[in-house]
């Protein structure tokens, strides 16, 4: 081997080693939010169960954590669906098309999504626009009379 | 003494090679219009200024942004011109860029030996799509953190690593400080940064190889040794060829000229964009994107659901890769538009496309929404008391959410009232909304809508049957 070739090798090998050093540690930091394992359950209360009336729909709000860093973005709004005593769902109010926020019209009994024309019927069913499915459900249930849902119950965009 | 200190000058800081090569250089001679290149130069300076000094008063945290944006708006001095004239250079150097790509794509700029050129532009493309939404999205009203949230979505998409993807984008499971803090780096630091590198290189390599010249679009060119004896002899050419500065500069400055009326015109006449509301999950909105990407809005609007997911995060994808392949696959000898009917009708057809969706956008038909007014009746018509009834129930029971009647009303998701297939009869139309056939986007009103409501409701639908199309 040609002195200068060797020579170059080093140089070469030893940059590389330069930028291994510095730029792995660099790039599984900023990579880290996804390496991390899947998400617990996360169980956060939106109010009393009697303060959602049975027939109807009504909006419950998750207060986000903000004593902790990072801190939540404030609070979010759900849909909780009381059809009878028992019969409680909690939509998000995420359109499941691009997540645009869905607002509920007690006249039609529809989820109408501001955005690309989702529209939805009361029990979570799409009955109009590009949306892929129904609207995502929570898992929740009910503790001393406290409804509460479980965040991580459905996708981290929703 | 001057020249003396303009020749030490020159010498010590490496001018010289600057001059001969770039500015002191034979050019062929272009038309003004080839300027969009040079525009879009001045508009990144501008972007870059701006931003520089919109950073200084911007807070990244959740708690503040929408507050030091509206400071900055408000309070600070002139703080308003640097936030319009940021805004409206943006949306400007979107639209330029769209015309340079269809500038390059008609006059075949991409060919050889041009390929890395076009290539590198297609990176700068991308990066200027994606940066000038991260932009908006900093101003944490409701139209940029719902813009985020349609990106995360589209991301969430993505088949295996979508949720991956918005983990990485969020930084974690949730939006939270982190996030924001996220693209206020990207949109300040990365992205200006590989801007800067890759429009140095792109810059870089149209002083090496030119820009397609009038000699090549009048003849086909097979090889590159071919092109590159025909750009010499016009650049070297006395009558075709002139020097770049300040000759060919001078002349192609129109479009920099128009560009930069234009922002600080828009900044003074219009003024920065206003604020909505603060983003806040728990209220109504109808948050829109920002004009320039309305017209695919409309095209995820249109979409079949079964498609429309893959579509949101393939489209681009697909269309980086046909962009990155266009150079290798198009080998035709001509680079006129007159000769190349097929590029001159994509660029024709995309053009349209993107004018019309963005129209159709700006309309939304496919948008339900509560409406709080009763329809309109034709003037002069008096309805019978049980159907004038049923006309004011229609906001309570929501059925002018979806229809529209005689033309008036602005969603069309259902059919206009007045405009239906065919005449409905008073039973057919109780059956229809108590039951409606599977497939119609309409909610069962059974045992929502009863006894004499459902009876007026129906009364003035078979009336409003008979209007005219149009009420005038």
Request: aromatic residues 10%.
């Amino acid at each position: 081997m040609r002195r200068r070739t060797l020579l170059g090798l080093l140089v070469s090998g030893a940059s590389l080693l330069v930028a291994g050093v510095v730029g792995i540690p660099a790039v599984i930091t900023g990579l880290s939010p996804a390496l991390r394992p899947p998400r617990q359950e996360t169980w956060r209360s939106i109010g009393r169960l009697s303060d959602f009336p049975t027939g109807a729909v009504g909006m419950g709000i998750v207060v986000g954590d903000t004593t902790v860093w990072p801190r939540s973005f404030r609070s979010q709004a759900v849909f909780v669906s009381r059809q009878t005593d028992d019969d409680v769902v909690v939509f998000s109010r995420s359109c499941t098309d691009l997540g645009c926020p869905l607002t509920y019209d007690p006249g039609s009994t529809c989820f109408f999504c501001p955005c690309h024309g989702g529209i939805f019927a009361q029990d979570g069913t799409r009955l109009a626009g590009p949306p892929k499915g129904p609207m995502y459900r929570y898992a929740h249930r009910i503790r001393d009379g406290v409804l509460q849902i479980d965040l991580s119950s459905i996708p981290p965009s929703a | 003494m001057l020249s003396k200190m303009l020749r030490w000058v020159v010498d010590r800081f490496g001018l010289g090679p600057i001059w001969d090569n770039v500015l002191d250089r034979q050019v062929p001679k272009d038309p003004w219009y080839h300027g969009d290149g040079m525009a879009l130069l001045v508009l990144l300076t501008m972007l870059v200024v701006t931003g520089i000094v919109l950073a200084l008063g911007y807070c990244p945290a959740i708690d503040e942004a929408y507050q030091s944006v509206e400071y900055i708006t408000h309070a600070q001095t002139l703080g308003w011109f640097v936030r319009g004239l940021h805004y409206w250079s943006a949306g400007l150097m979107v639209v330029m860029l769209f015309l340079h790509f269809c500038r390059q794509v008609l006059l075949g700029g991409y060919k050889a030996p041009r390929e890395a050129t076009w290539l590198v532009g297609v990176f700068l493309l991308f990066i200027v799509l994606t940066t000038s939404l991260l932009g908006y999205v900093l101003r944490w009203d409701e139209r940029g953190y719902y813009g985020l949230r349609v990106v995360l979505s589209a991301f969430q998409n993505v088949p295996y690593v979508g949720d991956r993807m918005v983990l990485l984008a969020q930084g974690g499971p949730e939006i939270t400080s982190l996030t924001l803090t996220r693209v206020f780096a990207t949109h300040v630091v990365l992205v200006p940064l590989l801007l800067l590198l890759l429009v140095g290189y792109h810059v870089y390599l149209v002083i090496l190889h030119g820009t397609t010249t009038m000699g090549e679009r009048k003849e086909p060119i097979d090889t590159v040794e071919e092109q590159r004896e025909l750009y010499h002899e016009q650049a070297e050419h006395p009558v075709k060829g002139e020097v770049f500065f300040p000759t060919a500069v001078i002349k192609i400055s129109p479009w920099s000229l128009i560009v930069v009326t234009l922002a600080v015109g828009l900044t003074l006449a219009v003024g920065p964009p206003e604020l909505m509301q603060p983003a806040n999950e728990t209220a109504a909105t109808t948050a829109s994107e920002e004009w320039w990407f309305a017209w695919y809005s409309a095209l995820i609007a249109l979409l079949p659901p079964a498609v429309a997911p893959t579509f949101q995060w393939l489209f681009p994808v697909a269309l980086f890769v046909l962009l990155i392949l266009l150079p290798f696959v198009d080998r035709s000898p001509h680079r006129g538009w007159r000769k190349r009917p097929l590029a001159t009708t994509l660029v024709i057809v995309l053009i349209l496309a993107i004018l019309g969706l963005s129209w159709l956008r700006h309309r939304s038909p496919w948008t339900g929404w509560p409406a709080a007014e009763a329809p309109s009746v034709p003037r002069g018509v008096i309805l019978a008391a049980d159907a004038e009834q049923g006309r004011l129930l229609f906001p309570k029971y929501g059925c002018s959410s979806c229809h529209a009647v005689a033309g008036l009303g602005r969603s069309q998701v259902g059919p206009d009232l007045a405009r239906m297939d065919h005449m409905y009869s008073q039973a057919e139309l109780r059956e229809y909304v108590l039951h409606p056939p599977a497939g119609v986007a309409m909610p069962s009103y059974a045992g929502h809508l009863e006894g004499n409501d459902l009876e007026r409701v129906v009364a003035f639908v078979l009336v409003a049957q008979t209007f005219p199309r149009n009420i005038e």
